[in-house]
C-alpha cells in the first residue's frame, strides 16, 4: 500500500494589510463651513447703472384722447416715469424726442382703448450683479444696512454680505443713544422755533425738552434706525461704515417688485 504523504502547512504570508486611512471628519466641518462663509461676489461689471436709448414702445390711449394723440402719448409715457418697464427693461427716469410711428391707434376686439406705437429717446436705470454703486446709509442693524441711492432708489446688505473678517457690529452704549437722541431732538426743537417765531421759544421750559429728549430715546431703542442701537465699524479702527457720508457697494442681486426695483449689495 502507499505511504500517506502529510499535508505540508501553508505558509502564512508575512505582509500585513494596511489599515485604511480614515479621513478627519473635522476638515470636512471646516471647509463645508469655510464655503458657506464664502459671499457669492459676481464677477465684476464696469459701467454705469444708467443707460440712454432709442426704444420703441406700444402706448395704451384712452377714448377721450382720441382727438389729441399727444395729450394721450404724454399722460401714457408720463406713468411710466419711476417705474420698472419689461419693455425696456428698466426703470424710466426721462423721456424725450418722441415720434409717433403712425396716424392712427389701433382697436382690437370689444376693447374701446387704442394701441399705438411710439419711439422715444429714454434715460434709465438698469442696474445689473456685479456693478459697483454707492449710496447713503439711512439705517443700520445687525441684520443687515439700508441705503438710498441718490435720494430715490433703495438697497439693502445683509448681514450675510458683510464679511466678518473686516467689519463688525458695535452697539452703542446707553450715554451714547441719550446723546444722539438729545441731538435729534434739539434739532428738531430749532427747527420748530425757526419756524414757529421768537414767542414761542420763550414758552419752551425746560421739562419739555427733557420729556421730548425721553421720548425720542424710547422710539430710537424701538425702532432701531441709525441712531438706534448701534452702527457696523471696520476691525482694528472702529471706523464707522458711514463717516465719509456714502458707502461703496457690489450689486449681488436686483429685485424687482411690482413696478418698483431694489437692489441687494455686499460689502468688500
Not at 466641518?29 to 462663509?37: A, D, F, L, Q
Not at 457669492?40 to 395704451?60: A, M, N
Not at 465699524?233 to 429685485?255: A, C, K, N, W, Y
Request: net charge neutral.
Amino acid at each position: 500500500m502507499g505511504e500517506k504523504r502529510k499535508s505540508q502547512p501553508k505558509e502564512v504570508s508575512s505582509k500585513k494589510s494596511k489599515p485604511l486611512k480614515k479621513t478627519s471628519s473635522k476638515s470636512t466641518k471646516v471647509s463645508s463651513e469655510s464655503k458657506r462663509s464664502l459671499i457669492p461676489y459676481p464677477e465684476l461689471v464696469d459701467g454705469s447703472s444708467f443707460c440712454e436709448c432709442t426704444s420703441k414702445l406700444t402706448v395704451t390711449l384712452a377714448p377721450v384722447h382720441s382727438c389729441d394723440l399727444w395729450t394721450g402719448i404724454n399722460e401714457a409715457l408720463n406713468s411710466m416715469l419711476l417705474r420698472f418697464v419689461p419693455q425696456v427693461r428698466g426703470v424710466v427716469l426721462s423721456y424725450s424726442k418722441v415720434t409717433p410711428l403712425s396716424d392712427t391707434a389701433l382697436l382690437f376686439n370689444d376693447s374701446p382703448f387704442g394701441q399705438l406705437d411710439i419711439s422715444a429717446k429714454l434715460l434709465l436705470w438698469r442696474p445689473i450683479a456685479g456693478m459697483a454703486l454707492s449710496g447713503s446709509i439711512n439705517v443700520q442693524s445687525p441684520d443687515h444696512i439700508g441705503l438710498l441711492l441718490w435720494d430715490t432708489f433703495n438697497a439693502s446688505i445683509p448681514a450675510s454680505f458683510i464679511p466678518k473678517d473686516k467689519y463688525e457690529w458695535r452697539p452703542f452704549s446707553d450715554e451714547e443713544i441719550s446723546i444722539r437722541a438729545s441731538t435729534a431732538s434739539m434739532n428738531t426743537k430749532s427747527t420748530d422755533v425757526d419756524t414757529n417765531g421768537d414767542g414761542d421759544a420763550d414758552e419752551t421750559t425746560d421739562s419739555a425738552v427733557q420729556s421730548h429728549i425721553q421720548q425720542s430715546v424710547a422710539s430710537l431703542e424701538i425702532s432701531g434706525n441709525k441712531f438706534g442701537s448701534g452702527e457696523w465699524v471696520r476691525r482694528g479702527t472702529s471706523e464707522s461704515v458711514g463717516s465719509s457720508g456714502s458707502l461703496d457697494f457690489v450689486v449681488v442681486d436686483v429685485i424687482r417688485a411690482n413696478d418698483v426695483l431694489s437692489v441687494t449689495g455686499a460689502l468688500r
